[in-house]
């Protein structure tokens, strides 16, 4: 379904962005222009990008252990 008609974004392109990493609405609105218009899409767009992280493994970094001094 088209989420950004101004912009064609469709709620698979946004579930994708999220899928990479694609955190908050301004990120979201830098890599495919969803919400850059008229706004009117903002609302929706924001809460399938809530749901994809809800949905998703927390992304946790990975700590490696300090080389011990010789």
Not at 37 to 51: E, H, P
Request: charged share 15%.
């Amino acid at each position: 379904m088209y989420v950004c008609i101004c912009n064609g974004v469709t709620d698979h392109q946004i579930r994708e962005a999220a899928a990479a990493g694609c955190g908050s609405m301004a990120e979201l609105t830098m890599r495919t222009g969803c919400g850059a218009s008229c706004g009117s899409c903002v609302q929706v767009a924001a809460s399938l990008l809530d749901d994809e992280a809800s949905r998703g493994a927390p992304r946790l970094l990975q700590v490696l252990p300090l080389a011990k001094a010789a």
